[in-house]
Nanobody, 116 residues
């Protein structure tokens, strides 16, 4: 079973930057899109950014202009460059891989804490 592993979380001051990375332990050729989700304490998990195998990207409104998703779905890798971080960006960030007709793959998450 392929697993997704995130890295790059940590503590940063407001206005700072972090880069998250996600890679698969093996290789799943059926993954056609990869995404980053986040879940803040007491809140539901939300989609932050998504990248398809055609290069199409989408972002939640709250991160547009600050976050950039990149990667290669064929290599099962995805990154999230986060700039101008705000305290409200504090959350556990999860990597996600979408596969047609099969359950999505999820990483275990990496904690991002933004101090004011």
């Amino acid at each position: 079973q392929v697993q997704l592993v995130e890295s790059g979380g940590g503590l940063v001051q407001a206005g700072g930057s972090l880069r998250l990375s996600c890679a698969a332990s093996g290789r799943d050729f059926s993954i056609y899109a990869m995404a980053w989700y986040r879940q803040a304490p007491g809140k539901q998990r939300e989609l932050v950014a998504r990248l398809t195998n055609t290069g199409f990207t989408i972002y939640v409104d709250s991160v547009k202009g600050r976050f950039t998703i990149s990667g290669d779905t064929t290599q099962n890798t995805v990154n999230l460059q986060m700039n101008s971080l705000k305290p409200e960006d504090t959350a556990v960030y999860f990597c996600n891989g979408e596969r047609p007709g099969r359950a999505n793959l999820w990483g275990k998450g990496t904690l991002v804490t933004v101090s004011s």
